[in-house]
Structures are given as structure tokens and as C-alpha cells.
Nanobody, 125 residues
Framework: QVQLVQSGGGSVEPGGSLRLSCTAP????????MAWFRQTPGKGREGVAA????????HYGDSLKGRFAISRETDKNTVHLQMNNLKPEDSALYYC??????????????????WSQGTQVTVSS
């Protein structure tokens, strides 16, 4: 079973920033898509951003680019999600995912093989 190890998250006031990190095994990380999703109670997982680990090509969910940035740190098999100017509506359980079924980029949760345990992000004053 592939394990994705996630770190970061927590509580922040509106307008603040947080960074999430997700580390994959080397043979999972190489030449694949990794992505971030978020989920609030009663809703499905929403695609936040995806990155191709080979060349760093990125894709973002609607309206999130500009405040959120996905990046990779290849020597550590890690992808990051930098979240700036956070709003209360960004509060959610955040997950990272790796390796799409199709080999193409996707922001649909059903397209990914592997998932992290998730971490809570809470934005409130």
C-alpha cells in the first residue's frame, strides 16, 4: 500500500497563510501527477490543484489560482500547497493524492490511486 505522508495545516485567521506538504515514496512520485483536494462536511472532494512531478506543470481549480500555489521539491519527493489570503470558506479537510488512473492530469478525486490521511485547515477569527 502506497503511503502519502502529509504535514502542515492547522488554524489561521482570515488573511493568513499556511503551507501543506505531502511526501510520496520515490517510485510513486516520479513522473506522475499529484494533487490537492479539500472536503467540507456533506460535500464531495473538490480539486484544488495538480502538478506533474516531472516538469512542474500545474493546474488549478476554478477561482483558486492566485491565492493557492502548488509546487514540488523533487529531491524530497514532496509537493507543497501554499495557501495565502485565506478565507473562512477555505476551511476544510485537505488531502493530497498521487498517480492518476489515466496518466493525464485531473482534478477529479475518482481519478487518483493513492491518498493521504488528510489534515484540517480552519480559517476563523
Amino acid at each position: 500500500q502506497v503511503q502519502l505522508v502529509q504535514s502542515g495545516g492547522g488554524s489561521v485567521e482570515p488573511g493568513g497563510s499556511l503551507r501543506l506538504s505531502c511526501t510520496a515514496p520515490a517510485d510513486t512520485y516520479i513522473n506522475t501527477y499529484m494533487a490537492w483536494f479539500r472536503q467540507t462536511p456533506g460535500k464531495g472532494r473538490e480539486g484544488v490543484a495538480a502538478i506533474y512531478t516531472r516538469d512542474g506543470t500545474t493546474h488549478y481549480g476554478d477561482s483558486l489560482k492566485g491565492r493557492f500555489a502548488i509546487s514540488r521539491e523533487t529531491d524530497k519527493n514532496t509537493v507543497h500547497l501554499q495557501m495565502n489570503n485565506l478565507k473562512p470558506e477555505d476551511s476544510a479537510l485537505y488531502y493530497c493524492a498521487a498517480e492518476t488512473i489515466t496518466g493525464a492530469w485531473s482534478l477529479w478525486p475518482t481519478d487518483y490511486h493513492y491518498w493521504s490521511q488528510g489534515t484540517q485547515v480552519t480559517v476563523s477569527s
